[in-house]
T-cell receptor, first 111, second 115 residues
Framework: GESVGLHLPTLSVQEGDNSIINCAYS??????FIWYKQESGKGPQFIID?????DKRQGQRVTVLLNKTVKHLSLQIAATQPGDSAVYFC??????????FGKGTMLLVSP | GAGVSQTPSNKVTEKGKYVELRCDPI?????LYWYRQSLGQGPEFLIY????????DSGLPNDRFFAVRPEGSVSTLKIQRTERGDSAVYLC?????????????FGPGTRLTVL
């Protein structure tokens, strides 16, 4: 995605809506992907992960979709709640221990 | 402890000073990572420890940055001759083992401000 400097891409939804957050990754060798949620003043919190041999994985209210052809990852949150408001990061791992994070998307949920 | 802890939570220093940031990983976790997060950005990798040794320090920006983990648990990130551009949140994470596919648990971070 585009560099937005200090201004994160923002997704605003109403409580109860489904949310979709997208991420483009850069390394075609990456084979493990993770979505993190980060609330203000806290460290990133693991949400869900997916390996490159899968194209979809579901958790509780969350689904991650992976499209390796176009190097795209998405996070779907069902029935979004105000407590879901945070910044969401995708991260990729090319088989080493270090993670490469994307720039993040801010999700704002209105009651 | 229940999670990764970092101290101090906030550190304000003057340009040119030396600072130390501490990370206490989850007990028993052999892998420990340091990341730096600038405002509006995702965390950027700095260094990864497997046990006591630095397995990958390719993310350290220059030789003013150094980290140790002498007993394979607590780690200290040291920054010499701080510069205003070092201002950021420094995050520590740990995982049960190193290598890919292992969930990294993050601490709350230390917010460093260099005046």
């Amino acid at each position: 995605g585009e560099s937005v400097g200090l201004h994160l891409p923002t997704l605003s939804v109403q409580e109860g809506d489904n949310s979709i957050i997208n991420c483009a990754y850069s390394n075609s060798a990456s084979d493990y992907f993770i979505w993190y949620k980060q609330e203000s003043g806290k460290g990133p919190q693991f949400i869900i992960d997916i390996r490159s041999n899968m194209d979809k994985r579901q958790g509780q209210r969350v689904t991650v979709l992976l499209n390796k052809t176009v190097k795209h990852l998405s996070l779907q949150i069902a029935a979004t709640q105000p407590g879901d408001s945070a910044v969401y990061f995708c991260a990729e791992n090319a088989g080493y221990s270090t993670l490469t994070f994307g720039k993040g998307t801010m999700l704002l949920v209105s009651p | 402890g229940a999670g990764v802890s970092q101290t101090p939570s906030n550190k304000v220093t003057e340009k040119g000073k030396y600072v130390e940031l501490r990370c206490d990983p989850i007990s028993g976790h052999t892998a420990l990572y340091w990341y730096r997060q600038s405002l509006g950005q995702g965390p950027e990798f700095l260094i990864y420890f497997q046990g006591t040794g630095a397995a990958d320090d390719s993310g350290l920006p220059n030789d003013r940055f150094f980290a140790v983990r002498p007993e394979g648990s607590v780690s200290t990130l040291k920054i010499q001759r701080t510069e205003r551009g070092d201002s950021a949140v420094y995050l520590c994470a740990s995982s049960s083992t190193g290598g890919g596919y292992n969930e990294q648990f993050f601490g709350p971070g230390t917010r460093l401000t260099v005046l």
